[in-house]
């Protein structure tokens, strides 16, 4: 049964860095494309980061670009997302899921909340 659980979410100060985990059971981590969505409060889940599985190739969001890296440990079948310079506006739920937008997404986890303030 395919399932992504996220974790790694906390509280950090502006200009923080945090690492997220998604990990991936029921299938292997490189059979689909894996995404990085959020929500952030009275918005709409965005896409922020996806590796494709077919050649591994990677996309952001333009307001992530060059602070957040995503990766992916198949000997540990989990996706990473690497958030540098974190932001107020970074503020959101993220969430993992076997797609690169979120129109393709059939099943939402609980999402891990990163909370950006001082």
């Known amino acids: 049964q395919l399932q992504l659980v996220e974790s790694g979410g906390g509280l950090v100060q502006p200009g923080g860095s945090l690492i997220l985990s998604c990990a991936v059971s029921?299938?292997?981590?490189?059979?689909?494309?894996i995404g990085w969505f959020r929500q952030a409060p009275g918005k709409e889940r965005e896409g922020v980061s996806c590796i494709r599985s077919s050649g591994g190739s990677t996309s952001y969001a333009d307001s992530v670009k060059g602070r957040f890296r995503i990766s992916i440990d198949n000997a540990k079948n989990t996706v990473y997302l690497q958030m540098n310079s974190l932001q107020p506006e970074d503020t959101a739920i993220y969430y993992c899921?076997?797609?690169?937008?979120?129109?393709?997404?059939?099943?939402w986890g609980q999402g891990t909340q990163v909370t950006v303030s001082s």
């Open positions: 899921a076997a797609a690169c937008t979120t129109n393709r997404v059939s099943y």
């Open positions: 029921g299938f292997r981590s490189d059979y689909y494309n």
